[in-house]
């Protein structure tokens, strides 16, 4: 799993943490396996033979023979996204719109970019960003779209928001 971006600035345990700013974006290029396909199935119980590979199976639905990622694991990145960004952040909102499916064992990319900063009060933050996950590691054609809030506690992040 590959992350690059703005927001944050900078991660892992020891990176300095910003308050966002409007126009700040972060990337996160994964690709699903077929055993991430299938763990995702036994955990949801959603057996849908679009996500399933194999004859047996009828796998693939729209894709022909090829398995497709749940819509919802595709739109799980966000959440990762948020979190190694800013730890401590509570998911509070999220629109989804599925406008095509990824094929099992292609890359995607999952992008953050901050379209809205709220302050609270005693430092609390209210983040709104537009989300995108896209085929590919370069992002050619978006697959899941939508808007998602996080709400950042107070006195967690350096500076004031901009």
């Known amino acids: 799993m590959a992350l690059r971006g703005t927001l944050g600035g900078g991660f892992g345990a020891h990176a300095r943490r ?38 047996g199976g009828g796998g693939g639905g729209a894709l022909g023979a090829a398995p497709a990622v749940h819509g919802i694991l595709l739109a799980g990145l966000f959440s990762t996204a948020f979190g190694v960004s800013y730890p401590g952040c509570v998911y509070r909102e999220q629109s989804l719109v599925f406008r095509r499916p990824a094929p099992v064992g292609d890359p995607v990319t999952a992008v953050l970019r901050v379209s809205r900063v709220r302050e609270l009060r ?22 899941v779209d939508g808007v998602a809030e996080v709400f950042l506690p107070g006195g967690t992040y350096d500076g004031e928001s901009r």
């Open 18 to 55: 910003l308050a966002p700013r409007v126009g700040e974006w972060v990337a996160l290029t994964r690709t699903f396996a077929p055993a991430d396909v299938a763990a995702f199935a036994d955990l949801t119980g959603d057996t849908n033979p679009l996500h399933r590979s194999g004859s």
């Open 122 to 143: 005693r430092g609390a933050l209210i983040v709104s960003c537009d989300t995108e996950v896209a085929l590919g590691a370069e992002g050619d054609e978006v697959a």
